[in-house]
């Protein structure tokens, strides 16, 4: 079974200061790792994904996230951030197989104060 | 660009009575996954659909549910008898590809609250 663990179920940080978003997971496989935002009233967008290549992935919005497999972490930052990224933030992780229903984390919603 | 569409984005009804959730994933995707989050709780898997058929259903997707693509655009969620406890976000998902890592896109959702 797979599962994702968010440390934090909410996150303030000063504009201009680093978002650090903690998600450590749980796989028996190799697993597919991705991180999604979901903006009020919006659907869930991915910012980024991690799929075995690079350990140091890069996504949208100036956000990348590190896949640490000793630490089975696959925490999510941002070095500068804008009130823009207020948001709800969601690690998910999949099998690398054929089925994938995605496995989701409790979410951290992101506060960024002026 | 294109995106996932859903309606309505909110559904009251009654205890009991059906209810159809509608998607429109997009255009040349194959693969079709419903989510649901209750207020508070974890996005979790419901289904997902391809070639007119289920793939894989989580342990939530029991007899009161159903899926179907009625025609070339539409994919749909049906809730037989809804229960109080059904009330919740209902995501649409849509991608390419079978594979993990293939990006799964998701609609703004359809929020259903049983009274």
């Known amino acids: 079974a797979q599962s994702v663990t968010q440390l934090g179920s909410h996150v303030s940080v000063s504009e201009g200061a680093l978002v650090l978003l903690r998600c450590n997971y749980s796989?028996?496989?190799?697993?597919?790792l991705f991180w999604y935002v979901q903006y009020p009233n919006q659907g869930l967008q991915l910012l980024l994904k991690?799929?075995?290549?690079?350990?140091l992935v890069k996504g949208i919005n100036g956000f990348e996230a590190e896949f640490k497999k000793s630490e089975t972490s696959f925490h999510l930052t941002k070095p500068s951030a804008h009130m823009r990224d207020a948001a709800e933030y969601f690690c998910a992780v999949t099998r690398n197989s054929g089925n994938t229903p995605l496995v989701f984390g409790k979410g951290t919603r992101l506060s960024v104060i002026a | 660009e294109p995106e996932v569409t859903q309606t309505p984005s909110h559904q009251v009804t009654q205890m009991g009575q059906e209810v159809i959730l509608r998607c429109v994933p997009i255009?040349?995707?194959?693969?079709f996954y419903w989510y649901r989050q209750i207020l508070g709780q974890k996005v979790e898997f419901l289904v997902s659909?391809?070639?007119?058929?289920?793939?894989?259903k989580s342990e939530i997707f029991d007899d009161q549910f159903s899926v179907e693509r009625p025609d070339g655009s539409n994919f749909t969620l049906k809730i037989r008898s809804t229960k109080l406890e059904d009330s919740a976000m209902y995501f649409c998902?849509?991608?390419?590809?079978?594979?993990?890592?293939?990006?799964?896109?998701f609609g703004p959702g359809t929020r259903l609250t049983v009274l």
């Open positions: 998902a849509s991608s390419e590809a079978r594979t993990g890592t293939d990006t799964q896109y």
């Open positions: 991690y799929t075995s290549a690079a350990t």
């Open positions: 659909f391809y070639n007119n058929e289920i793939s894989e």
């Open positions: 796989s028996s496989v190799p697993p597919y």
């Open positions: 255009s040349n995707h194959l693969y």
